[in-house]
């Protein structure tokens, strides 16, 4: 272990160097218009894992962005772990809000940070704490200590879906085998608070359109007499949490596991600063499901949130229009043990029978996702645990993750393999936000704690 952690410290700046490599590269999933540049990440992901030592290294085409993958089996005796990640990132814009160009990462301190962060997008979520795995695993090939089998599968469309994930798993079960997979994709509670997601939440997305007058019409003239989409789309979505801050659709908590109270009080046990909370949004008050604490809200709550809506006139000056129609995107997030395409169906049913005469709707269904809980009480658990207990002087806190990584319930239905969700980032660090960055402390702290995960896992 020594030997890796030497070559750590004599290669810091050359694994900063690579990581800002990789950052300048905007590998934007969701966009079209970046599908070559998705492509180029993809390679130079190949090339480290190949550098680094991986054998049968691919870049497994797919229906969308390709898929990397690349191994080192040492024994077959061994225990194998299948690294999961992803190198795509979310976009950008707002382009205006960053202070420093989002695709020309740069380090700067901050109060969370008074070693400096890297600013870029992806630097968070999830290049930096993906590189760190192909970085640790380098370090330990060039010292002669990897101690187990270890395997490697960075998507490109986790951003967007996961769409050819699934049917690449389910195509490729052989080659996955493994014992557990590691994901570093999710956050601590603070740099001096390690701690471990065991559940993440599940997600239902969709769009929905109100169409109310076959064209727009001069809002004086028809105003008044004639249903307006967007008065009706806001009164809709209104309407779907009561005064409790509770969700109105029929049936939608049905399914929502309880926890006890003695699961809840352990939960509530997490430091929690409400006051720097509020500080880091710029928010005056706290908001949510009455009854529940801000962890509670986002680890074992489910939500229904707007995050975009749009129709009429919105460019400069005024236009006096009543619009023909009116659009949403709309997230539930889920826990266990809710169905995404069960929710789905609840609140297409509920939308529709809440919508006025004068007007027609329509629920377009995007991506989902299942709900998890990944187990505190397993050999692969307690190797993060020991690991993060080793390199940051403190044992790990368990934590429930507000954010979806889908493929950890499909990893677990097809492979019949459990997850450790073992992330190195910070809420705070303004994931999918303008200003995403992702301390300089944490990078390399990960790049530290990997190894060894893999040798308590490989000795347990
Ligand atoms: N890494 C995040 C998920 C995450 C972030 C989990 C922080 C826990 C803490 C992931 O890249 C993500 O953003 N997932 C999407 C899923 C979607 C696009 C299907 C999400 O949660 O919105
Ligand atoms: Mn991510
Ligand atoms: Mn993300």
Redesign the pocket.
């Known amino acids: 272990m020594e030997k890796s952690t030497q070559y750590i410290l004599e290669n810091k700046q050359r694994f900063l160097d690579e990581l800002f490599e990789l950052l300048r590269i905007p590998s934007v999933s969701a966009d079209p218009k970046y599908t070559a540049d998705v492509a180029r990440c993809a390679d130079k992901v190949a090339e480290h894992l190949r550098n680094a030592g991986a054998d049968k290294v691919e870049v497994c085409p797919t229906n969308g962005h390709p898929i990397v993958y690349g191994e080192k089996l040492i024994d077959a005796s061994l225990p194998t772990v299948l690294v999961y990640g992803?190198y795509d990132v979310?976009p950008a814009d707002p382009f205006e809000l960053w202070h420093t160009p989002p695709f020309e990462p740069t380090i700067r301190t901050t109060e969370t940070h008074p070693d400096g962060a890297i600013f870029a997008r992806g630097s968070c979520?999830?290049k930096g704490q993906m590189f760190s795995h192909v970085k640790a695993f380098e370090a330990m090939m060039k010292t002669d200590s990897l101690p187990c089998n270890i395997k490697f599968m960075i998507e490109g469309e986790?951003?967007?879906?996961?769409n050819n994930l699934g049917p690449f798993v389910k195509a490729n079960k052989e080659r996955l085998k493994s014992d557990v997979i590691l994901i570093s994709?999710?956050?601590i509670i603070a740099n001096d608070t390690p701690s471990i997601?065991c559940g993440?939440?599940g997600?239902s997305?969709l769009e929905v359109e109100v169409t109310g007058s076959n064209r727009d019409l001069h809002s004086g003239v028809y105003g008044g007499a004639v249903c307006n989409p967007i008065n009706i789309l806001a009164k809709m979505i209104a309407s779907m949490h009561d005064e409790n801050n509770h969700i109105t659709i029929p049936g939608f908590y049905d399914k929502v596991q309880e926890l006890t109270a003695a699961e809840r009080d352990e939960l509530n046990k997490a430091p929690f600063d409400v006051e720097a909370y509020k500080r880091d949004l710029d928010i005056d008050e706290v908001w949510g499901e009455k009854g529940y604490t801000t962890i509670e809200r986002t680890g074992i709550r489910p939500t229904l949130d707007c995050n975009g809506i749009w129709g009429g006139y919105i460019g400069e000056g005024a236009k006096t229009v009543l619009p023909s129609k009116a659009f949403a995107k709309i997230?539930m997030?889920l826990v266990p043990n809710q169905v995404s395409d069960e929710i789905t169906m609840l609140f297409q049913k509920h939308f529709e029978s809440i919508a006025p005469k004068g007007v027609r709707v329509e629920v377009h269904p995007h991506?989902?996702?299942e709900p998890v809980v990944t187990p505190t009480d397993s050999k692969a658990y307690k190797a993060a645990s020991d690991a993060m207990t080793k390199t940051y002087g403190k044992k790990p806190i368990p934590t429930r993750?507000?954010?979806?990584?889908?493929i950890v319930a499909l990893f677990e239905k097809e492979l019949g393999v459990k997850t450790v969700?073992m992330?190195f980032?910070l809420?705070s660090d303004a994931?999918?936000s303008p200003n995403e960055h992702y301390g300089v402390f944490n990078y390399f702290k990960g790049i530290e704690t990997i190894p060894y995960f893999h040798h308590y896992f490989a000795q347990g």
Request: aromatic share 2%; proline share 3%.
């Open positions: 992803h979310q979520d999830d986790e951003e967007c879906g996961s994709d999710t956050s997601d993440l939440r997600l997305y997230s997030r991506h989902g996702g993750g507000g954010g979806s990584i889908p969700l992330g980032g809420d994931l999918h």
